[in-house]
């Protein structure tokens, strides 16, 4: 077992993580559970470059163990892991009515495995290899989750406006005009505020379909929804994220 | 010498042919012995009860001519039947047993003392001069009269010996004949059996040994061996068909990853000559690039491989393929019109197919990507066509496109993983995306079709790829 020394962040260096950080909440707590040191001594370095604390288990059994005494936001569990292997390490936690969001990694393929993880008790399930942007983004909204009720019924970022009731979206109490799947994109984008989305992510929450898209078909999209909400206005409000993704965020 | 025979022997007895031989026999003398003894057991039955009726007989016409004529009748009579040749057995005997008359020299004692049929074959002499052995075997009627005289009259059943005698010989003679007929068997099917196998294990003993082209020899009888031989022929081809492809797919993975591992390495290597910092991070970020392709590309192989080898137990269920189709041009016509491509739809509602919904949207985007990619070198306007309808029992979703199409004798080829027509690989692309479409159709139990949209048009025919799904059944 390994674990690794409490939130010791400095500010960081590169530039992506530094914008992503800059979206952070202060003092994230999440847990590894990862037995490949390598990627784990990576995992931990960046996560907290990032601003997020970081424990680290290499095994299932202590991190059970660390699941079940510290409190976290996020776990992040490998689905291959010594003396217990992942799901089950979920399955207990869930038992033990500990409903921390919990990330599955997994160097199983998408479209079978993706199922078993999340009936598992999983949130949200990453394949290897994954770019750590992707991971990050994951575990920022997975452990924002819990701030951002489902039930408000409207969305609010500067002067933007989206009613979920009525499917209204107003900047500045004029009217914008939105396709029903435009609408959903600036649905997910505005409930994730201040927090960078993938292409991915948008890819499964918009459109409900689970691998990487290759090509810029969602770049398009998340453009000319942009021109629709921000024609007119001179604030920016939908970046986007070099690396990363996109965010819509009020920089007041 | 002496050991290769006894070898030869041995091997000839652990080959099959033999074995069954040797079974055969053996079940074939039990039978024979059964049925000789049978047969014999039967006859002898038959035969004693006619000699008893015979002598029955004569003991009624006896014992009438003596109440007619009293004792001299009687003698006379005997001494008459007696001589005739190979008559019966006639004693009369005093009541101590002596032998009075007849054609009896002497009797195994205690026959006469019972009255009636005697139990059990009994012994006898015959007076000298009848050649063969001294005693004989004899079933006999004893009857006492009222003056206290016994008449006896029996007959001959020969020498013990000679029944057993013929019942062995009998059996010999079907033993020696069933021992030939097994030896022509073993010759005639057993041996040509043998050789037969022993062909197959030689020629699977060169295909083990590497040389996967090799057949097993096929006769022209069709019969069991034949009809084996081929089908482990077929079994051949297909393994040395699948084996080639592995080849040819681990020679290309080998090409087509050196190249962006080569740029890896190049780029890598000037971010570390050059020292300023804007440089670097350029060479940085590019190299991220190229991993990322390089990522997506093992990726898509390693989809690619368990689609196909069906280890993805994909959940299958009804799939609204109208709905899918429906959604999967929306999300590209964005991308489309961003290419100066319009994109449209023909789709029949409520077309539900037995499937994977990721899978099958997968292999949707993958053909829309290239639809994407290629139709911009149409002239005139570039268009894309999205088209789902129910085609005799199958359901056809085609993406059709104005491009510059696949020439026909290149269609197939272009499935195959790492294979792009555009030789100069200046569009970006794994050259993968037909093979996991592919892969997936062949998950569905359907088909993947290639063919020209405009076959008239010689500039640009376009392509239309089919994705063909067996319609499940109402």
């Not at chain 1, 009525?166 to 004029?174: D, L, P, T």
């Amino acid at each position: 077992m390994q674990i690794t020394p409490p939130h010791s962040a400095s500010p960081p260096d590169s530039t992506d993580a530094k914008t992503v950080a800059d979206a952070m909440v202060p003092h994230m707590k999440i847990l590894v559970i990862e037995d490949d040191l390598e990627a784990a001594a990576y995992m931990t370095k960046a996560f907290r470059e990032a601003g997020i604390v970081v424990d680290h288990a290499s095994d299932g059994d202590s991190g059970l163990f660390m699941g079940t005494e510290n409190t976290y936001d996020v776990m992040v569990i490998d689905r291959m892991l010594p003396r217990r292997d992942g799901l089950s390490v979920i399955s207990e936690l869930r038992k033990r009515s500990i409903n921390t969001p919990v990330l599955i990694l997994s160097a199983l393929g998408q479209v079978d495995d993706r199922v078993t993880g999340l009936r598992a008790g999983g949130d949200d399930y990453l394949p290897k290899p994954y770019a750590f942007s992707e991971l990050l983004a994951r575990v920022e909204v997975l452990g924002r989750r819990k701030g951002t009720p489902e039930q408000d019924m409207v969305y609010r970022v500067g002067d933007l406006e989206l009613d979920r009731l009525s499917h209204e979206v107003r900047r500045a109490g004029k009217e914008i005009l939105l396709q029903p799947r435009e609408f959903r994109l600036l649905e997910y984008l505005m409930k994730n505020a201040g927090q960078v989305v993938t292409r991915t992510m948008l890819l499964e929450n918009v459109w409900d379909y689970h691998f990487d898209p290759q090509t810029n078909v969602i770049d398009v999209h998340v453009s000319r929804l942009r021109a629709k909400i921000e024609k007119d206005f001179d604030k920016p409000l939908l970046k986007t994220i070099r690396g990363a993704g996109y965010m819509v965020k009020d920089e007041g | 010498m002496l050991s290769r025979t006894f070898q030869r022997s041995r091997l000839m007895f652990r080959s099959t042919a033999v074995r069954l031989s040797a079974l055969y026999i053996l079940l074939f003398a039990l039978c024979a012995a059964f049925l000789v003894f049978y047969v014999t057991a039967m006859s002898e039955r038959l035969l004693a009860q006619q000699t008893q009726q015979a002598v029955q007989e004569e003991v009624t016409d006896i014992q009438r001519a003596y109440e007619r004529g009293g004792i001299n009748l009687l003698l006379r009579i005997m001494e008459r039947r007696a001589r005739q040749p190979g008559a019966n057995l006639y004693v009369i005997a005093a009541p101590s047993g002596e032998i009075l008359a007849g054609n009896v020299a002497s009797l195994q004692p205690g026959v006469l003392e019972e009255e009636g049929w005697t139990e059990a074959p009994f012994r006898y002499e015959p007076f000298a001069g009848t050649g063969g052995p001294r005693f004989h075997l004899a079933t006999a009627n004893v009857v006492k009269l009222d003056n206290g005289l016994r008449i006896m009259i029996g007959r001959d059943l020969g020498d013990p010996s000679r029944f057993r005698g013929i019942v062995r010989r009998a059996l010999m003679v079907a033993l020696a004949i069933m021992g030939l007929g097994a030896l022509v068997i073993w010759f005639g099917i057993g041996r040509n059996a043998l050789k037969r196998i022993d062909r197959m294990s030689a020629a699977s003993q060169k295909i083990m040994a590497g040389d996967l082209s090799q057949r097993l020899p096929v006769g022209r009888s069709g019969d069991e061996f034949d009809r084996l031989s081929d089908s482990l022929n077929a079994m051949l081809g297909r393994i040395e068909r699948l084996n080639e492809g592995l080849r040819q797919v681990s020679d290309n993975i080998a090409h087509d990853l050196k190249t962006p591992l080569t740029r890896l390495r190049n780029k890598a290597a000037d971010a570390l000559d050059d020292d300023r910092s804007e440089v670097r991070r350029g060479a940085l970020e590019g190299i991220i690039a190229e991993s990322d392709q390089l990522i997506r590309t093992f990726n898509a192989l390693l989809m690619i491989s368990r689609v196909e080898a069906g280890s993805i137990a994909a959940e299958m269920s009804g799939v609204d393929l109208s709905a899918i189709s429906a959604d999967s041009a929306e999300l590209y016509e964005p991308a489309a019109e961003e290419a100066g491509m319009t994109l449209a739809t023909e789709i029949e509602p409520g077309l539900i197919v037995n499937g994977n919904r990721e899978l099958i949207g997968q292999a949707i985007f993958n053909l829309l990507d290239n639809a994407i990619k290629y139709a911009t070198e149409a002239d005139g306007e570039p268009k894309i066509t999205v088209r789902l309808a129910r085609v005799d029992g199958f359901i056809r979703l085609s993406i059709c496109d104005n491009g510059a199409g696949i020439p026909q004798k290149k269609r197939k080829e272009v499935v195959k993983r790492f294979v792009r027509l555009d030789e100069s690989r200046s569009k970006p692309g794994t050259g993968l995306g037909l093979s996991l479409v592919e892969a997936v159709m062949e998950l569905h139990g359907g088909a993947l079709e290639l063919s020209a949209t405009k076959e008239d048009k010689a500039d640009a025919p376009g392509l239309t790829a089919t994705m063909v799904f067996p319609a499940p059944k109402l």
